[in-house]
């Protein structure tokens, strides 16, 4: 791996070996400081609490410096490009970038134009791509229901068309062979590109929690919606939020996932986030592995 962009045609053996090696960092730990000596800047221009400070904690297990990029007092207040910005840093000699950008394929667009020697990870850009969610996310599926997919339901719920967790997810859950791909979302949210191919579309959430052995919840994202399109949140929460009673209809070993971070209230009541079948907090510990294995692929 030279970079990691996507996960959109990563081979299922590259993903699987980054998943085992996760696993065996969540079991036993890093050992050493395999990348000591070299630095990996967090080069953030959206606002970010888990994954930045997950990817910040995996290079200093893996004996990183590690550089803090703070968009709001950066240069970039007084115009500096991205572009710029990465290069002026590539020439402090950091070689390792974790790039996260509200612009649809702007991480790519600077894997292009990087140096030889650096590697990229896109942090999330814009609707397209969150590649270490969708890998974190399959870890702790593979840890709840096991390394085979080919008999799991899956549901993912919720603001799809705004959402590159839930493209990442889609992507990884298709390549690792899931038995069953649906996503429910009332029609203003679902994408009307080829997102969705081979799912079963639910526009009615009691129906599409019918049996389902995991239920992936999705943020409303207000501030990616035009102006007119926000649904009322009331609403929303009668028609998709996910209610103690509704996950009642999902199978009764069901798990629940949610990226982080939570409209309580919204998309997911308490009583789910932090009853027993939520795994939201075992994903943000999860994230950490996951990401520590990434960066050990590309800069080790
Ligand atoms: N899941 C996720 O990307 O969360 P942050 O925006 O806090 O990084």
Redesign the pocket.
């Known amino acids: 791996l030279r970079h990691l962009l996507t996960l959109d045609g990563l081979p299922r053996p590259v993903m699987e070996a980054l998943l085992d090696r996760a696993q065996a960092i969540v079991d036993h730990g890093v050992a050493g400081a395999p990348l000591a000596g070299q630095a990996v800047c967090t080069l953030f221009f959206e ?6 400070m997950s990817f910040q904690r995996a290079a200093q297990r893996l004996g990183a410096d590690v550089l803090a990029f703070d968009a709001s007092t950066s240069s970039t207040t007084k115009g500096e490009t991205a572009l710029d910005t990465l290069r002026n840093i590539e020439a402090m000699g950091v070689r390792g970038f974790v790039v996260r950008h509200a612009a649809d394929g702007a991480v790519a667009s600077l894997a292009a134009a990087a140096g030889a020697g650096t590697a990229l990870v896109n942090a ?1 850009d814009g609707r397209s791509a ?1 590649p270490t ?1 969708g890998l974190l996310d399959m870890l702790t599926l593979r840890q709840a229901k096991g390394r085979d997919f080919s008999a799991l339901k899956v549901v993912i719920v919720g603001d799809i068309r705004h959402s590159r ?1 839930a493209r990442s997810d889609l992507h990884a859950l298709r390549t690792l062979g899931a038995g069953e791909i649906r996503v429910c979302a009332p029609a203003s949210l679902l994408p009307t590109d080829a997102t969705l191919d081979g799912c079963q579309v639910f526009d009615d959430f009691d129906a599409a929690l019918d049996g389902v052995d995991a239920v992936m919840m999705l943020r409303l994202q207000r501030e990616r919606m035009e102006e007119g399109l926000v649904p009322s949140l009331e609403g929303y929460h009668r028609d998709y939020g996910l209610t103690m009673a509704r996950l009642r209809r999902a199978a009764a070993e069901a798990v629940v996932l949610h ?3 939570m409209n309580r209230g919204v998309e997911i009541d308490d009583e789910v986030a932090d009853g027993p079948q939520s795994l939201i907090l075992r994903q943000v510990a999860n994230g950490v592995a996951v990401r520590a294995a990434v960066l050990e692929a590309l800069l080790g």
């Open positions: 606002p970010s609490t888990r994954t930045r999330g969150h969610q967790v990226p982080g971070p």
